[in-house]
């Protein structure tokens, strides 16, 4: 069973910068596709970053640009380095892991996410 621990977030203002860490554990298969998604309060959660089968990175293009997704496999530690923050990225963060998905990815999701985290708080003030 995989098992995905986030950390990292919390509360800055509109331009700051808040690195996420996903800690995984109990994967035996390195060809995943690895990813962020984001819920804001009365909003769908909806993909910000993901790394595909082969570590090629996509995002959201609301993100491009500013956040960073990357994995340490010596630490089985997935991140997400996020710099000029904007109110708007205020929401629930959460990891996943998609062991269906064989391809390229585009725009930041993960399409088939069976392995979530339990989600970090960032919340940006204007």
């Known amino acids: 069973q995989v098992q995905l621990v986030e950390s990292g977030g919390g509360s800055v203002q509109a331009g700051g910068s808040l690195t996420l860490a996903c800690a995984a554990s109990?994967?035996?298969?390195?060809?995943?596709?690895w990813g962020w998604f984001r819920q804001a309060p009365g909003k769908e959660r909806g993909g910000v970053a993901s790394?595909?089968?082969?570590?090629?990175?996509s995002y959201a293009d609301s993100v491009k640009g500013r956040f960073t997704i990357s994995k340490d496999n010596a630490k089985n530690t997935l991140y997400l380095q996020m710099n000029s923050l904007k109110p708007e990225d205020t929401a629930m963060y959460f990891c996943?892991?998609?062991?269906?998905?064989?391809?390229?990815?585009?725009?930041?999701?993960?399409?088939?996410?069976?392995?979530w985290g339990q989600g970090t708080q960032v919340t940006v003030s204007a």
């Open positions: 996943a892991a998609d062991p269906w998905t064989a391809g390229r990815v585009v725009g930041g999701t993960c399409p088939l996410p069976d392995y």
């Open positions: 109990g994967y035996t298969d390195s060809s995943y596709c």
């Open positions: 790394l595909d089968f082969e570590e090629r990175a």
